[in-house]
T-cell receptor, first 111, second 113 residues
Framework: SQQGEEDPQALSIQEGENATMNCSYK?????LQWYRQNSGRGLVHLILIRSNEREKHSGRLRVTLDTSKKSSSLLITASRAADTASYFC???????????FGGGTRVLVKP | NAGVTQTPKFQVLKTGQSMTLQCAQDMNHNSMYWYRQDPGMGLRLIYY???????DKGEVPNGYNVSRLNKREFSLRLESAAPSQTSVYFCASMGQGAYQPQHFGDGTRLSIL
């Protein structure tokens, strides 16, 4: 299976701290995407990183991709209570248009 | 700017009843998707439609049917609901191109007793 596996499953931090979560996978990919899901809501796209890219930034978010290790990480810097959510990595198979989601990391940011 | 709209938001069914979940997008996207999300888990693809007039099975299609009614609308039907189909169902759409994100609705919470 090419499903991403996320680590840790849950993370609790204080406001202002950084949060890091990881996604590992088993097959080649075209790109990898990160999504956020607030409680009771749909998923919201955060960042897409292509297989030939190693790092991307968007505001307080930093994503890395290591295709040799088949892993990606999402870093949220200077976390806020509003960052409390579940975060999912999603893989796009080469030349495909389907996403395969990992199980997610639940992040709790305490004020 | 509505994006992806799902109806209904909540539904309770009895085992054996049938139901159609509706999804519409106003972004002129070619591709549409149906997922299910079980507690504490990621999304699993049920069916998808890469373009108007085509549909394909995803990872967990058994017990479901879909219809791509037109470019805007993609419906999911449960012909004979089972308790194992209790879940939250999400519809998504995606534009044309190799590096596109998916846009999600807020889900339909379905309980089958």
């Amino acid at each position: 299976s090419q499903q991403g596996e996320e680590d840790p499953q849950a993370l609790s931090i204080q406001e202002g701290e950084n949060a890091t979560m990881n996604c590992s996978y088993k097959t080649s990919i075209n790109n990898l995407q990160w999504y956020r899901q607030n409680s009771g809501r749909g998923l919201v796209h955060l960042i897409l990183i292509r297989s030939n890219e190693r790092e991307k930034h968007s505001g307080r978010l930093r994503v890395t991709l290591d295709t040799s290790k088949k892993s990606s990480s999402l870093l949220i810097t200077a976390s806020r209570a509003a960052d409390t959510a579940s975060y999912f990595c999603a893989l796009v198979k080469a030349a495909g248009n389907k996403l395969t989601f990992g199980g997610g990391t639940r992040v709790l940011v305490k004020p | 700017n509505a994006g992806v709209t799902q109806t209904p938001k909540f539904q309770v069914l009895k085992t054996g009843q049938s139901m159609t979940l509706q999804c519409a997008q106003d972004m002129n996207h070619n591709s549409m998707y149906w997922y299910r999300q079980d507690p504490g888990m990621g999304l699993r693809l049920i069916y998808y439609s890469a373009s108007e007039g085509t549909t394909d099975k995803g990872e967990v299609p058994n017990g479901y049917n879909v219809s791509r009614l037109n470019k805007r609308e993609f419906s999911l039907r449960l012909e004979s609901a089972a308790p194992s189909q209790t879940s939250v169902y999400f519809c998504a759409s995606m534009g044309q191109g190799a590096y596109q994100p998916q846009h999600f609705g807020d889900g339909t919470r379905l309980s089958i007793l």
